[in-house]
């Protein structure tokens, strides 16, 4: 494909010897004699690069170098002024110009200047699209990893899709839960009928209730009018059930009721209404000990935990983080009309270490920022707060006391078993031997782990 170049000049001398020289040179060109003229020329054919005098009668370059920066970042800019008259070249770079050409006119330098411009732009596009290209290949629609883990995820939400069993998602907070519970709907065959979300954590029991089954005129004071709830709005379709580990043992009561026989009355009726949903539920709660300490139902949660999910933090797949940073940048650039290159090895390096207890959407937080305030298109560790960029590497485990001994205590032993696998070349009979345990032991604790 040709560079293509609108040339903006009021002199038609200089006009027409710019126009052969880029003709000569294999670049498809077009003309205009002020920034009036070349905002429509620019409107309708979007050109690569404009080169513009800045003194013109009308709408002087300065005017459409504003235009052009505001409303067409991806346009470079080249701006031609007249000899002695420095200044205004550097304002025009501070406004977004992407270089400048001092009058009177050098072919050589002017053709040098472009050709340069033009390969960046052709490299720049080659980036974006090599980046799109990866998150096609590595993802589900637009969750992201090719960590073994997620790799296995993305198959299990496939097969699960196909179905219509209840689905429990498991995971820390802003390990993407709710954009698993997505997929899930959007790959399977209601697909056309309501997807509807919940969050059971956000409301008080009363309001919850008539948020989930609907009420009826007068059901309690304000209920003016009756109204159908989100099971019925979900019928044929999925309901998500966000936060589930947070409702009250009442409401647990009336969920199991619509999980056991598709029924429920709303508030203040008395006739059943009977649906078929699909319920993909979610928690980043520890359900078994919420469980052992009576404050959440047992039969309810093996109705729910019918096809679990457990969805791992983001410090367990670290090998997916220069992947999601591509895929940010991506989304960020796009959204706040910037061209990020990249983050430089030194950040990188940082962003491996940090534990991200917020996980992927802490990522996204500070990719977000960073984005957002960088002016070098390329981010470095001043991009990136103190906590992140000075992390210790972890040795130790954080000690999470919402987790029970014996689950911490395993999650110890794994890492000391992957750390002596490594260790030892990953031969399983050495690292037995040096971790003085039999071997059979050691086997099964492989097992216990899914270390293979
Ligand atoms: N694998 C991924 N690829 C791309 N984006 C992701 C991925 N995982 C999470 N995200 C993004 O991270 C953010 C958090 O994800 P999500 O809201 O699904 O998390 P969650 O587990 O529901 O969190 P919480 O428990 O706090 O509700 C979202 O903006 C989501 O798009
Ligand atoms: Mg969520």
């Not at 839960?177 to 709907?185: D, F, M, R, S, T």
């Not at 009576?294 to 019918?306: P, T």
């Not at 983050?343 to 990188?348: G, L, S």
């Not at 207890?357 to 937080?365: V, Y």
């Amino acid at each position: 494909m040709k560079t293509r170049i609108l040339i903006v000049d009021d002199e038609v001398d200089a006009l027409d010897l710019m126009e052969e020289l880029f003709q000569k040179n294999g670049y498809e060109t077009y003309t205009a004699r002020n920034g009036v003229q070349a905002l429509k020329i620019i409107r309708e054919q979007e050109p690569d690069i404009v080169i513009s005098d800045i003194v013109m009668p009308e709408m002087d370059g300065m005017k459409l170098l504003e235009a052009v920066s505001k409303e067409y970042p991806d346009i470079s800019m080249i701006m031609i002024t007249a000899h002695g008259t420095i200044e205004t070249a550097v304002e025009a770079m501070k406004k977004g110009a992407k270089d400048y050409i001092l009058k009177p006119l050098r072919l050589d330098e002017i053709l040098t200047k472009v050709k340069n411009n033009a390969e960046l732009k052709a490299l720049m596009r080659e980036n974006q699209y090599l980046r799109e290209k990866l998150s096609e290949k590595y993802g589900l629609g637009n969750i992201v990893g090719k960590n073994k883990k997620m790799q296995e995820l993305f198959n299990l939400i496939q097969d699960v899709a196909r179905t219509s069993s209840t689905v429990l998602i498991r995971g820390e907070s802003g390990t993407g839960k709710e954009l698993i519970a997505n997929a899930i709907h959007f790959n399977s065959d209601r697909v056309n009928k309501p997807f509807i979300k919940i969050n059971c954590g956000v409301l008080a029991e009363n309001l919850l209730e008539s948020e989930l089954f609907g009420h009826e005129k007068g059901a309690f004071t304000g209920a003016i009018k009756s109204k159908p709830g989100r099971f019925e709005l979900a019928d044929g379709g999925t309901i998500f059930l966000d936060e589930i580990g947070d409702i009250s043992p009442n409401m647990q009561l009336k969920l199991l009721r619509v999980l056991q026989e598709g029924e429920f009355e709303r508030v203040g009726g008395t006739e059943t209404k009977k649906v078929d949903v699909r319920i993909i539920a979610a928690t980043n709660r520890n359900l078994e000990e919420a469980m052992k300490e009576g404050a959440f139902r047992q039969d309810l949660y093996y109705r729910l935990n019918v096809i679990p999910i457990e969805v791992p933090p983001l410090r367990e797949r670290k090998d997916d983080i220069p992947l999601l940073i591509e895929h940010f940048l991506n989304k960020f650039n796009q959204a706040f009309n910037k061209n990020i290159q990249g983050v430089d090895e030194e950040a990188m390096r940082c962003l491996q270490t940090y534990h991200w207890p917020g996980n992927i959407r802490e990522l996204e937080n500070l990719l977000e920022r960073a984005v957002v305030l960088n002016k070098t298109g390329l981010l470095t560790v001043k991009d990136f707060p103190p906590y992140v960029v000075n992390a210790e590497p972890e040795n130790s485990i954080p000690v999470n006391l919402d987790r029970p001994l014996t689950e911490l205590v395993d999650e110890y032993e794994k890492q000391i078993i992957l750390v002596a696998l490594r260790e030892n070349n990953f031969n399983k009979l050495r690292t037995a031997e040096k971790l003085g345990i039999h071997r059979s032991t050691f086997m099964s604790k492989l097992k216990k782990y899914g270390i293979n």
